[in-house]
């Protein structure tokens, strides 16, 4: 069966640090890969997505980056982290046109 | 511009009454379409896909789907007090692989 690891769980970066959050799948070959924000009582934003390895397409442009370096690794980098960076972050896999099925998250506070 | 709409609620609902839950999209080009519901700290969990028109049932709950309406909904029969969440509704368009979701809407369950 397929299984999706994100980590840390949580995580508090002073303003202006890097990031760097993993995502790993196991289980499928060839998945699609998002990374999704969820601000405080607000919804799920795409950041990214990935339909293949070196394949990102970017949906925000801002101070975040993403690189799939492996075909089940899914990287989520900043530079220089803002306080609006702060969220929760959710990595995802799926197969082309159907569901996506979530990693546990991570909690990212800028402080 | 590419929206899914959701009323942000809270919906309250007696325990065993049925709760109904909508949302619409604005890209008539979506193909597929998903309900994940989320507790409060937690990552979304897919409850319902469904692609074609008209209902499709899985226990107690029943996705419906209008794309002339550009409509979809969820019916969650005998609704128990474990079912109070956020229910996100998200579509995928075919053509390029992204997974858009809505801003969700609490439901709380009245015991």
């Known amino acids: 069966s397929q299984t999706i690891h994100q980590w840390p769980a949580t995580l508090v970066q002073p303003v202006g640090s890097p990031l760097s959050l993993e995502c790993t799948v196991e289980g499928t070959s060839n998945p699609n890969l998002y990374w999704y924000r969820q601000a405080a009582g607000r919804g799920l934003q795409l950041l990214f997505y990935s339909v293949g390895i070196g394949q990102i397409s970017s949906e925000v442009p801002q101070n975040l980056s993403a690189s799939r370096p492996q075909d089940r690794q899914f990287i989520l980098s900043s530079k220089k982290l803002l306080l609006s960076d702060s969220g929760f972050y959710l990595c995802a896999w799926g197969t082309g046109g159907t569901e996506a099925f979530f990693g546990q998250g991570t909690r990212l506070t800028v402080v | 511009q590419k929206e899914v709409e959701q009323n942000s609620g809270p919906l309250s609902v007696p325990e065993g009454a049925i709760a109904s839950l909508n949302c619409t999209y604005s890209?008539?080009?979506?193909?597929?379409f998903f309900w994940y519901r989320q507790y409060s700290g937690k990552s979304p969990e897919l409850i319902m896909s469904i692609y074609s028109n008209g209902d499709k049932e899985d226990g107690r709950f029943t996705a419906q789907l209008n794309k002339a309406s550009q409509y979809v909904s969820l019916l969650i029969r005998d609704s128990q007090p474990s079912d109070s969440a956020t229910y996100l509704c998200?579509?995928?368009?075919?053509?390029?692989?992204?997974?858009?979701f809505g801003k969700g809407t609490r439901l709380h369950i009245l015991p």
């Open positions: 890209d008539r080009g979506s193909q597929s």
């Open positions: 998200a579509v995928s368009l075919d053509r390029d692989d992204k997974i858009i």
